[in-house]
């Protein structure tokens, strides 16, 4: 019998109404040894920029923030927008991680910027610069070689630091690039499932075993929240809802408290775009949550989870996690 997928989480820190960044990232900290606690093999942060409701744009800095109250668990970024960034930089970033959380460090890599074409230029980049994205991914590589590797300059303290990489995805790009270079691959189905299915096939039939990876590691994403009814699972879903709704109407703002009639708020076209983004949801009691996280398994054959639980309200976000990693047997972790 094969072994149960592994459990992660992709935490948004997100800013709520009525909060700031500070609250945010004080919340993370505690999310992060939350899950370190329950069990997760992973905490992950992605890099955004402009977004007022989201506090991990310097990913690097957010690690290390909530690293100081880990012991276990991986620790990383899901992903680093590489074509925002010069390779060297982020080696060095990273390879400060590894030093300061050695051997529990990832490092995901995406080829989209993340943010709006304004943004763009403030960050002093362009959209051709994704072009160059898999050079910048091997430049990335060689970075991360040992301190005897011939080479007159180094990106010091990551020269010979020990980190895991991986390849993120929303289409078939970063599938076939995974496979190529023989790397874990995640799948950003949390938000764009239309792909699923075809990446995750390309990326197993075309994979090169390589001095990362033996065979192929796949992973996607999935909205969960868990709560001891149904009905109150489905409240609380309702600020992802709202979240995804603002995406469609240009009005990103912080994440809204619940509310109890979803339908109310959006128009019938908003709501079929919606939920054909969150198609890959599982919202529920333990005992939903279970078969929905399993399904997914089955259909999709990945070898781990990486869930996102945006809640507004702190308590229940912690028991959305309790909830979600009881229901899917996880082991706690010893103090």
Known sequence: MADPAKLSLLDLVRVREGRDASDALAEAQDTAALVDQLGFTRYWVAEHHNMEGIASAATSVVLAHVGQRTK???????????????????????GTLARLFPGRVDLGLGRAPGTDQATLRAIRTTNNRAQEFPQDVEELFHWFEPDNDPGY??????????????MLGSSTFGAMLAAELGLPYAFASHFAPDHLHEAMQLYRSRFKPSKYLAKPYAAMGAHVVCA?????????????QMSFCGILRNDRRLSPPPIDAIDDYWTPQERAHVSRMLSCAVVGTPEQVQRGLDRLVMETGVDELIVMSDVYDIEARRSSLQLTADAWGLTPRQA
């Open 72 to 94: 276990g668990i991986r620790l990383g970024a899901g992903g680093i927008m590489l074509p925002n960034h010069a390779p060297y930089i982020i080696a060095e970033q990273f």
């Open 153 to 166: 300059i180094r990106a010091y303290p990551a020269a010979g630091a020990k980190i895991d990489f991986w």
């Open 228 to 240: 001891e009814t149904t009905e109150e699972a489905k409240r609380l879903f309702t600020t992802t």
